[in-house]
């Protein structure tokens, strides 16, 4: 098991490199020039032209990658064109954003997306069984940004139930430990804060989560109804197992290798696919934190977001492949 984890981790370095390489290039390809962006349409060529050299953006792309990676290697991500910041500092808050978020939709959708799958192999051919999987199709084909508007619709405008943007009260704001509120709400032991954070993630978790939901949902069932066929599964009924057992303890276990893959793959998309969401209900995360930086051409922000996502997507797929053989003895590595 650690040699199969060091050469992962070591395979890591020319994906993430190549990533680097990529993402490097395409973002130099976007229209527009920064140092114009700053100064404006306004500026005189001469003092655009001195802010370029001041950046660096005169020099070859060679050169700039170059310099770009040797402050990377150090842990430096570099400093924002716009604010003249440090990244590796600013970025921490819009990451925990969004790492929170996506946890919260990854549970939301893995608790309900794994049992209805279950419960639709379980009872297959039955009202529910069509049910679930017609809602499952319906989630897959429903746009985010328009599930997000309608649940600010109903439970916002309408029930005024939950809010509607942001992370936590405008009065009462948490402050911040990790960044992450939830964690923050209950390591500083405010209950009231908890539940105001709790009911302003709950309509972005679950906007975010449907998807992926659906997908799980989707997957459990076909791989459950799989096992379910199973000699060995036959053989526990035979021997008067309660079904709750059967499917709960002996097949979902084995039924569960495909669906870990899938929701491995859903927690990459989560990270890099929660802009829409972040958009729609204010959350301060990374997506919009890359998303303003294009606006205005802010190169290094940009490429340390996409590196940053990047880096969590291939670490997440890692543990996913390491996972495997806690669920299945048979796997050796």
Known sequence: MLNYTLRRLWSLVPV???????????IRAIPGDPARTILGDK??????E???????????????????????????????????SSISGDIWPYLAATIELAIVALIIAIVIGVNAGILSAWFQNSIF????????????????????????????LELNWLPSIGRDSVRDPVEPITHLYLLDTLLQGNTDQFVVVLKHI??????LGTIPMAIIARMTRSSMLEVLRSDYIRTVR???QKMFLVVYKH??????????????????LLLGGAILTETIFSWP??????YESIQYRDYPVIQAGILVIATIFVIVNLIVDLLYAAFDPRIKY
């Open 16 to 26: 993430l490199l190549g990533m680097s390489i990529i993402v490097f290039l395409i």
């Open 43 to 48: 500026a005189s060529e001469a003092a655009v």
């Open 50 to 84: 001195n802010l370029r050299d001041q950046l660096g953006l005169n020099e070859p792309l060679y050169i700039q990658y170059l310099e770009y990676m040797k402050n990377l290697l150090t842990g430096d991500l570099g400093t924002s064109i716009r604010t003249s």
């Open 129 to 156: 069984d069509y049910t679930a999987m017609i809602i499952a199709l319906i989630g897959v084909s429903m746009p985010v940004f328009w599930l997000g508007l309608m649940e600010q619709w109903i439970f916002s």
């Open 202 to 207: 709950i309509m972005p978790g679950v906007a």
């Open 238 to 240: 035979a021997k008067g």
């Open 251 to 268: 097949a979902l276990k084995n039924a569960f290798i495909p669906v870990l893959t899938v929701i491995g793959l859903q927690t990459g």
């Open 285 to 290: 995360g990374i997506g919009r934190y890359v």
